[in-house]
């Protein structure tokens, strides 16, 4: 079957064939951004979540090997995070945080709990990794204003508890 065109030899689309398919992407942009930025947004948690796990198992790894204590500092101000060792140098501990990763972006520390010391929201924090294979039990509470992820360090275990809440885990009784 043969198309009937007004102008012979030229084809293409109406306008309302073209405003139809307009319309339906535009129907499908609608419902895909929400989920696409829902996605971003718990990326963004996930690696940070991954990159101070990851960072805990080579120090606690390293400290176990080296035999000397190793360090995870938080800048929660800053929103920064290096690592150090018992024996550094000042000159070398200052380079370290000179050159201090920043958390992905629109991701922060909202607290750290600590075992024996409570919660800080501010300053600098540091969780101790002991070169007998241990390491100071903390939390660390990280949030991206929509939602809040726990990342659990537990003295004698060998890994990290990842929680997709808010837990106040050495919560003190009254």
């Given at each position: 079957m043969k198309m009937k065109n007004t102008v012979p030899g030229q084809r293409g689309y109406t306008l309302i064939e073209i405003s139809v398919v307009i319309v339906l992407v535009g129907v499908i942009l609608l419902l895909a951004v929400p989920r696409v930025q829902d996605a971003v947004s718990s990326d963004r948690m996930r690696t940070?979540?991954?990159?101070?796990?990851?960072?805990?198992?080579?120090?606690?790894?390293?400290?176990?090997?080296?035999q000397v204590d190793h360090y995870l500092h938080l800048d929660l101000d800053r929103r920064l995070v290096w690592n150090s060792r018992d024996d550094m140098t000042a000159e070398v501990r200052t380079a370290r945080r000179s050159q201090a990763r920043p958390l992905p972006s629109g991701v922060r520390v909202a607290d750290v709990a600590l075992a024996d010391e409570g919660k800080k929201n501010q300053g600098e924090v540091v969780i101790r990794f002991f070169s007998q294979g241990y390491v100071q039990p903390a939390a660390i509470h990280l949030t991206d204003e929509e939602r809040t992820m726990t990342l659990i360090f537990q003295p004698f275990l060998s890994t990290f508890e990842v929680k997709d809440s808010y837990v106040d885990v050495w919560q003190k009784s009254r």
């Open positions: 940070a979540v991954r990159n101070l796990t990851g960072a805990a198992r080579d120090l606690k790894a390293g400290a176990v090997r080296e």
